[in-house]
């Protein structure tokens, strides 16, 4: 007995480990995708090979069909595509770049499964006749005309397993689902590559299917409203740095001086999150989730400057001052023009008249709700659910439900059901 | 896999707690007799010293401190047996860093107050054995384009051993190694310190 009283503690100890969950993305580096010899792939034939896929091979990793989707982000004058393929199984999705090597094009992509730390790399291709013929025609592309073949490895191995998808048909006609990104991609939990609420997110959304994006607004000790989700610094959002604490507290040159997020970003202000929206992304949608509770005339300010911005550049951008309790919505009833201001409330739908809201907002908890939501659309209004993320949830409410939008931390998992639909 | 020091609450308890019951063997029947009771206070201190590396921005030259004074007081309830148990609080440095640039210069310091429900359990006439639980306030002072404090709450653990060496039937002295684990905030400080026993009541 006594020994056994001795040996457990021991026991005990060597099982209160903490397993670190990481999933870095591996080195993409391709020699024969980056050697001189390689061009652009035309835009004409990125839309030309979007569409649902049926896997041949590696239906393990990604499902029996995917979606084939381009997307691009424009620095300066310079426009970077993006391919990803978004799927329906273990919230899988590739995302990376693809080239032209004379008459083969060449895809150079990463894996993720959200679903656990899962990650490798992908190369694939489309040879002439196995497709590069099909997507330079002028002829509809039929069932199988584009055939993607090639492997994909686990972890920093190089691709190995067979990876092979035949077209099947183009992605859904009239797709209109607005795909929200939650924390403008999703949360640090699920290891993407870049932070949640940070410029490089912002970025990476439209690779992760996103249209639109939420994004959580906080004032800075000196007033300056800022992208941040909780209430204080912490480990789980930022790097060690010494400092904890109500976000509040801290001026804004402190937090921009010394905090860095989880993957080493600044925390960016809410100027710098729309001007990435509006000038670097072709996201169409802002769900400005207001986390602060004074005066909302700064943010109004804001949003009034953005949407002119994004008007005078011929773009179509709803940037939405989010109204998630009855603090903020009597704070944005007390601005002299709220009638003209574009909102989205999460409460009653006599709030959402209240506040003239372009779109209603609720909890995905509360179900169908169809009566209701076709109540918002009688007034003209659109209705966002949130946050989705439960794949049984998202195949009941896109085939029984009629929102207009679905806010996720998986955005790849609704693109997918979004694009797929028969 | 890690071994965080702070995720080890259950086995440290577990290790306390079932040498507690062993040296809780009654060698003789129980008697009806009631012991001698005492209120004993320890103060003092010492030295501690962050163990970790410290979190500092790596983007930024700094330089960070990790050794630092610190000083503890603990009251103790001595029963008549040999579980024992009190309150200690204290205060010691987390740790410090400069930031010398790029750009603007400042300081960072972080600094705990343990309080806390102690055990001890004497192994020897002179060594005994301290366990804690309880809470820490984590203070963190930025002074870098302007001042900022904040504190938080974080729930931890402590452990110490310690060797008292009696002057006369009131007073000793000790030296201690003292272990501080904030296990919310993830902060541990190793200590060591001399403090002062004092009886103060006994019945």
Redesign the interface.
Known sequence: MRSALHIAPFLLLLTACQKEYEAPLPNTSWDLFSSTGTTPVDTRAQGRMEGVYAVAQGADLVGDEVVVKWSSTQVGMDTTYHVSIFCGTNIAYLSGEGRYLDSTLLLNMYWRTLANTGTGLCRLTITYGGGVRALWSNEPLGADSVRITGAYGIDADLPDRPFTLHYRRPLAQANDLVVLAHRCGGRNSDLLPASENSLEMIRLAPRLGATGVEMDVRLTSDGVPVIYHDETLNDRTIRPCGLFGPIGNYSYAQLNGLVRLINGERIPTLREALAAVVNETPLAYVWMDIKLTGSLEVIRNIQREYITQAQSSGRDVHILIGLPAQEQLSNFLALPDHANAPSLCELEISDVQAANSEVWAPRWTLGLQNAEVAQVHGQGRKAFVWTLDQPDYVQEFMQAGNFDGILSNYPTLIAYHAYARP | ????GH??V???W??FL?AN??AQVPDKPDSTQMGRYALVLYAGGGLSSYPAP???????VTHSTTLGPSGSVRLMWLPDHRLRVGFESGWTPL???T?DGP??TGK???VAVPLLLVWSMPLTDRFSLFAGYGTYR?T?K?D???T?????HSLGYSAAVSYVYPISEWVGVDMEVKWYNATE??HTVLALQAHLVWKLHHW
């Open positions: 896999m890690r071994m965080l995720r080890c259950l086995p440290l577990a290790m079932s019951i062993q410290a979190g500092v921005p790596t983007h930024l740790y410090s860093y930031i750009g603007p960072v310091e972080l984590i963190s930025l870098y384009l302007g900022a404090r904040s504190s938080t905030t993830r």
